[in-house]
């Protein structure tokens, strides 16, 4: 999941009077010792109270599915009521001789739109289902508004709906030609944020939160990231200034870590798939095409001359194909699909 060996590069030179500091590690520490130098080792950010961190440990439930926990479990309850009746059953696309639907989203390759709206509504439950109200200074929208009006006397008083979460991070997303992956990053660096600095997004916060977190995964995700400075001409009114200090202190409050093992990435595939189900939010099937068949058959191709060589090679060759029969020399037998 991106670069594990590099940090993300500012937009702007560094400022004079400070230096980087780089500490070397000079050994190798062993399972019980502690560091005595200032960099952190990796056993010392476990939690003392024995949490698992969702955004590390593929075994441990993400933060959005237990605050979602009872939405889920309605939606799941409708949706089996809804098809025990006739009338009320969703319409489905099913597959026919002539046409083969298939889900269009994949763990390597997700459907934007859907991810999108699925990371909003992850958002929306967080600030929904809060159960604190702690803060931090630099994602205070009063104190670092985003536009030159500036924010109301109000505006941490009431909840952002789901459409407006998503047309903030569609807007991001869109301006800044960001890829469904990382939607999916930007989830796991939000949870993380919340669980390393102690603190909840909320009404007066969500929008510089979201932003900090779109701001890093993109630099991590993509090979050509989106600079800070391009951010300000997506919202016009924000400095890169302020952009670089809020990437400073979210990578300070995540303790530098920005590594996603692949088992986490796909525990929140998986996670926001569920969400989505009990929320209505279904993921499209599209009909699959002639040129993503001949795709879909080359790579299958490909993979069973690879397990078929191996298992030749170790003499364990228990099965084979009825493609891969042939009559005395005679040409390869294939069964012939019809597509439309």
Same mark, same amino acid.
């Given at each position: 999941m991106g670069n594990k060996n590099s940090c993300c590069s500012y937009s702007s030179p560094p400022s004079s009077h400070r230096e980087r500091v780089v500490i070397p590690i000079e050994e190798t520490l062993h399972e019980g010792e502690i560091s005595q130098t200032n960099l952190q080792h990796?056993?010392? @950010?476990?939690?003392?109270?024995?949490?698992?961190?969702?955004?590390?440990?593929?075994?441990? @439930?993400?933060i959005f599915i237990e605050r979602s926990k009872t939405a889920i479990e309605n939606g799941m309850i409708r @949706?089996?009521?809804?098809?025990?009746?006739?009338?009320?059953?969703?319409?489905?696309?099913?597959?026919?001789c002539s046409t083969i639907y298939l889900d269009d989203s994949t763990v390597s390759q997700p459907n934007l739109k859907n991810t999108v709206k699925c990371v909003a509504l992850a958002i929306y439950y967080h600030i929904k289902n809060?159960?604190?109200q702690r803060e931090i200074d630099i994602f205070d929208e009063k104190l670092h508004p985003l536009t030159r009006e500036g924010v109301g006397d109000d505006y941490d008083k009431?909840?952002?709906?789901?459409?407006?979460?998503?047309? +903030?991070?569609?807007?991001? +997303?869109?301006?800044?030609?960001?890829?469904?992956?990382?939607?999916?990053?930007?989830?796991v660096y939000l949870e993380r944020l919340l669980t390393y600095a102690e603190l909840d997004i909320q009404p007066s916060n969500w929008k510089r939160i979201v932003l900090g977190a779109i701001l890093l995964a993109s630099k991590v995700w993509d090979d050509q990231a989106v600079w800070n400075v391009d951010y300000c001409q997506i919202l016009k009114d924000i400095t890169v200034e302020d952009?670089?200090?809020?990437? @400073?202190? +979210?990578?300070?409050?995540?303790? +530098?870590?920005?590594?996603?093992?692949?088992?986490?990435?796909a525990k929140y595939y998986f996670d926001l798939r569920t969400l989505a189900e009990a929320n209505d939010l279904t993921f499209p099937?599209?009909?699959?095409?002639?040129?993503?068949?001949?795709?879909?058959?080359a790579m299958s191709r490909v993979m069973a001359d690879k397990y078929t060589q191996e298992a030749i090679k170790n003499g364990l060759k228990k099965w084979s194909s009825l493609d891969n029969l042939t009559n005395g020399g005679a040409a390869v037998r294939r069964s012939v699909a019809i597509l439309s």
């Open positions: 990796i056993s010392e @950010r476990e939690g003392d109270d024995g949490e698992a961190d969702p955004s590390q440990d593929p075994m441990a @439930r993400t @949706r089996k009521s809804q098809h025990q009746i006739a009338d009320l059953r969703p319409l489905k696309k099913s597959s026919s809060r159960d604190s009431y909840n952002p709906e789901h459409k407006q979460i998503y047309k +903030f991070v569609r807007t991001l +997303f869109n301006a800044a030609q960001l890829t469904a992956e990382c939607a999916i990053i930007t989830l952009m670089n200090e809020l990437e @400073r202190q +979210f990578l300070e409050l995540l303790q +530098f870590n920005i590594n996603v093992p692949s088992s986490v990435y099937s599209e009909p699959l095409s002639i040129e993503r068949a001949q795709k879909l058959e």
